[in-house]
């Protein structure tokens, strides 16, 4: 069982920046996949960011392309979601996610793909 914690939410302005961060537990995360996903109030959880095991190929949300930023620090078993260009829209409980089951060279958007998921961090964006 992969552990995950999130951290780094809060409230921000509209236009703000926000670094989320998402510690996973055990020697093998340099041999996951990753993915940040949210959950607006009254809404399903959605896709938001993908990240291969080495970090190679990143794939986003239209909704978050060329505003948020995903990446990952295999030495700290961490990884990132930078958020800049907040928006009200963006506010979210965020979740990170993990495919342990085996090592794979692609991304995906799929909810169902990730065995292993964080309790998750609000983010919450002001007008």
């Known amino acids: 069982q992969v552990q995950l914690y999130e951290s780094g939410g809060g409230l921000v302005q509209a236009g703000g920046s926000l670094r989320l ?10 041999n996951y996949a990753m993915g940040w996903f949210r ?6 959880r ?4 993908a ?10 949300a239209d909704s978050v392309k060329g505003r948020f930023t995903i990446s990952r620090d295999n030495a700290k078993n961490t990884v990132y979601l930078q958020m800049n260009g ?9 979740y990170c996610a993990a495919h342990s089951a085996r090592v794979v060279q692609f991304t995906c958007p799929l909810d169902d793909f ?7 961090t609000q983010v919450t964006v002001s007008s």
Do not use: H, M, V
């Not at 959950?39 to 399903?44: D, N, S, V, W």
């Not at 907040?86 to 965020?94: M, S």
């Open 21 to 30: 961060s998402c510690a996973a537990s055990g020697r093998a995360f340099r």
């Open 39 to 44: 959950q607006a109030p009254g809404k399903e």
């Open 46 to 49: 959605e896709f938001a960011a």
């Open 51 to 60: 990240i291969t095991w080495s970090g190679g190929t990143t794939y986003y």
């Open 86 to 94: 907040l928006k009200p829209e963006d506010t979210a409980i965020y």
């Open 114 to 120: 990730y065995d292993n998921w964080g309790q998750g």
